[in-house]
């Protein structure tokens, strides 16, 4: 069993500067000139920050992390694409939506291209890396209308964008390949209704995405906030599903068949990152309901004392333990063999610092290797 993350972590760079970085990180601006000493300087913030976070992430026990995603997660793909204009109500198509020129992930790029020093600095013996896309369809949400082939066009370029972001090296590779789907499945899509030429388009797009990794050795999974909507099941080169903790994909039955059918496999979400929700459990142990009187007001003082520095955030997080029994809940219910990676539902970045989030990562990681330990303990024993 193995443990990666979905990417994101609270980080106290401005988000102008982490964008400019990145659009210079792949441009030859860099080694060309230094006459815009504020892109330079930009591109040189980027490629630091994401390579201590990386290290940090392989520290705190990651098997598979994923490359820190500092930028918004849509626009940083919207922005590798032509034949679309931003407007203030959001996208809008204007032609043929394709890859721009030379279009690259910079995260990836940074790992990529510092893959040596990251193997040494960190001492395992080679880096695997996780590489997460966002979806077509919750890329699609953002335009001001939609339509199968929006589905297809951008599944296309994101299967280019995609093909050059896997590489492998000595010292590392990319291992495994996420579409993030966050907004699949929350609200009921005519666009996406049985037999509907929506839905066949979407699944080809997926299709398209997924068999790009896999085709070349690589995982592939699906990162989503809802399951009720069993499209995904049906992507043939998928082959691990995630959701979120509590989602009926981790207690049903159906889950079962489906991954014993199509030979799927599971990444079992172990612990909650949805800080407010940690909030909410922490007030209910001191008496506090939500949705009733004064559970509010409750949930923005601790916040508040959270800022002011009077209440440690760590205090809040979910233990090690309780992480372990998701676990064993999760492996219990469908067998070790169909669960062979584990991890946080989500990505960090709604918690109030980054040695928390660290901290969080931290404890999944014990949660893991106690798990290993005693299954081994059992194996010896029976």
């Known amino acids: 069993m193995k443990l990666y993350d979905v990417g994101s972590l609270p980080i106290d760079e401005k988000a102008e500067t982490l964008d400019l970085g990145a659009r210079t990180y792949i441009s030859l601006l860099p080694s060309l000139t230094l006459s815009d000493n504020r892109a330079v300087a930009a591109s040189r913030i980027f490629e630091q920050r994401s390579l201590r976070i990386f290290l940090d992430k392989i520290e705190a026990g990651l098997d598979i992390p994923n490359y820190p995603q500092l930028r918004d997660m849509n626009a940083m793909f919207l922005d590798t694409l032509n034949g679309i204009v931003k407007r203030e109500s959001g996208y809008r198509r204007t032609g043929r939506i394709g890859l721009r020129q030379a279009a690259r992930i910079p995260e990836v790029e940074v790992i990529r291209r510092n893959s040596s020093a990251l193997r040494e600095k960190s001492g395992v013996e080679k880096i695997e890396l996780k590489v997460c896309v966002t979806g077509p369809y919750t890329l699609a949400a953002v335009f001001d209308s939609r339509d199968p082939s929006m589905f297809r066009e951008l599944g296309e370029a994101l299967a280019k964008l995609l093909s050059d972001a896997l590489f492998k090296k000595k010292d590392a590779e990319v291992s495994l390949v996420a579409i993030d789907e966050p907004v699949f499945g929350l609200v009921s899509d ?30 592939t999974a699906f990162h989503l906030h809802n399951t009720s909507d069993d499209l995904f099941w049906s992507v043939k080169s998928l082959r691990i599903v995630e959701s979120h903790v509590g989602d009926p994909l981790y207690t049903s039955d159906h889950t079962r068949k489906m991954l014993e059918e199509r030979d799927k496999f599971l990444k079992a979400s172990i612990c909650i990152t949805i800080f407010d929700q940690l909030i909410v459990q922490w007030l209910q142990q001191k008496g506090i309901e939500e949705g009733k009187e004064g559970s509010q007001d409750a949930l923005a003082q601790a916040w508040k004392s959270i800022q002011s520095g009077a209440l440690d955030p760590t205090s809040l997080l979910e233990t090690s333990e309780l992480m372990l029994k998701r676990l064993k809940d999760t492996t219990g219910r469908f067998g070790v063999v169909r669960v062979p990676y584990a991890g946080p539902e989500c990505g960090l970045r709604s918690f109030p610092n980054y040695d928390s989030a660290i901290k969080c990562l931290s404890r999944v990681s014990k949660a893991i290797k106690d798990f290993k330990r005693e299954s081994k303990t059992l194996a010896r024993n029976s």
């Open 190 to 219: 005519p666009l996406l209704d049985y037999g509907s030429e929506g839905r066949e388009a979407l699944l080809d797009s997926w299709e398209r995405i997924c068999y790009t990794a896999l085709s070349r050795g690589v995982e």
